[in-house]
């Protein structure tokens, strides 16, 4: 398939991931950032950068993007937890889409190939949905993994509500890939107060299609998010 840049994109194309880490984790409220606490006995990010880093996806380079006085934190929790995955440390910036924007400088010598960029506060998302998204952006340019709403949803109105069709709503999770010089184009446009995710930065240039994401692909966001975490990834382990 061709891509918007031209080349062609390919399932054997290079993957790279840039896993972004770089929020303050306000909503939680903890005494450090979400992606560093505990879950299940390691750091979020860890449990996130694991399954990047499995073999099976043959991604070959994974950039950490952490909030910039953050290294020493994930230096000394590499030392304490023998992280040895390899990975490249880069610095945040005030929104996610900075973040994201930094991460891509990183993976400025790879000339073609895909890119994920994903959460690290999803440290729960199945191997298959990555190999899914990667797959599907190889073909299409664009892919992003999504679920459909289990719950009924309504819009909000100055009368009050009103009821929305929910077959046709998604709710969008990560990994997002791109053809890497799609998402470079589409990043060095100026940020825009609508962005809430890299589809949101691409769409205007791309289509994007949409993977079966997973009802277990949480984003820690609040505290209960991390109970739930805890015992999915316990009955993850058991099986
Ligand atoms: N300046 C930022 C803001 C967010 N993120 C990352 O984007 C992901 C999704 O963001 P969110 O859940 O909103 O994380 P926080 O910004 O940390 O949380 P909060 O909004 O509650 O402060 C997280 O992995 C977060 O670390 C980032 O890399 N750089
Ligand atoms: C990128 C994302 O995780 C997709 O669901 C989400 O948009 C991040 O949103 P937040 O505002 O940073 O919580």
């Not at 991931?17 to 006995?41: C, N, Y």
């Not at 043959?58 to 040895?84: G, K, M, N, R």
């Not at 998604?170 to 107060?193: D, G, S």
Request: net charge negative.
């Amino acid at each position: 398939m061709a891509s918007s840049s031209g080349t062609l994109a390919s399932a054997s194309s290079n993957r790279y991931a840039i896993i972004v880490a770089g929020g303050s984790g306000t909503r939680m409220g903890a005494d450090r950032p979400k992606q560093f606490l505990e879950l299940a006995g390691e750091p979020v990010l860890l449990h996130t950068l694991r399954r990047f880093a499995d073999p099976v996806l043959s991604v070959v380079a994974i950039v950490l993007v952490l909030p910039a006085d953050q290294f020493e934190t994930w230096a000394q929790l590499c030392a304490t937890y023998h992280i040895q995955l390899p990975h490249t440390v880069v610095a945040g910036g005030a929104s996610r889409w900075a973040s994201v924007r930094n991460g891509l400088a990183e993976l400025a010598s790879y000339p073609t190939g895909v890119v994920a960029v994903h959460d690290g506060v999803r440290p729960l998302t199945p191997v298959t949905v990555i190999e899914n998204t990667y797959a599907a952006a190889a073909t299409h340019g664009a892919a992003i993994a999504a679920v459909p709403p289990k719950d009924s949803v309504r819009g909000l109105s100055q009368q009050g509500s009103y009821a929305l069709d929910r077959s046709r709503l998604r709710l969008v999770q990560t990994p997002q890939c791109f053809e890497i010089n799609l998402l470079r184009r589409a990043y060095q446009l100026p940020e825009l107060a609508t962005f809430t995710d890299d589809a949101s930065v691409v769409e205007d240039m791309h289509p994007i299609h949409l993977v079966a994401g997973d009802y277990c692909n949480l984003k820690i966001t609040t505290p209960d998010d991390l109970l739930l975490a805890e015992a999915l990834l316990r009955q993850q382990s058991a099986l």
